[in-house]
């Protein structure tokens, strides 16, 4: 069973930069790649950003092209999220999730093992 551990989140003015990682455990050549998401109070869990672990493919959410970029050690058993230029509307709890499948769109329900999440928060 796939464990996924978030980690990095905080508090940042608009503007700053924050990396988040997730640590993944008992990963396998079924678990395709790895995405994160976000989910503000009041909404939807929304897909950010999402790499494929084999070839390092990546995918991001509109919102956040040009300011995140996602990327993966070479052990292949971390993924990181490097946030720039934050924004208020960035504000959210972060979440890393695996998926088996061929993943062209960031829909949550392709994902699973979901991490605890970690809390980001940026000020005006």
């Known amino acids: 069973q796939v464990q996924l551990v978030e980690s990095g989140g905080g508090s940042v003015p608009a503007g700053g930069s924050l990396r988040l990682s997730c640590a993944a455990s008992a990963l396998t050549v079924d678990n395709y790649g790895i995405g994160w998401f976000r989910q503000a109070p009041g909404k939807e869990r929304e897909g950010v950003s999402y790499?494929?672990?084999?070839?390092?493919?990546?995918l991001y959410a509109e919102a956040v092209k040009g300011r995140f970029t996602v990327s993966r050690d070479n052990a292949k058993t971390t993924v990181y999220l490097q946030m720039n230029s934050l924004k208020p509307e960035d504000t959210a709890v972060y979440y890393c999730?695996?998926?088996?499948?061929?993943?062209?769109?960031?829909?949550?329900?392709?994902?699973?093992?979901w991490g605890q999440g970690t809390q980001v928060t940026v000020s005006p």
């Open positions: 999730a695996v998926s088996p499948f061929f993943i062209q769109a960031l829909d949550p329900s392709d994902f699973g093992s």
């Open positions: 790499i494929r672990l084999s070839d390092g493919a990546t």
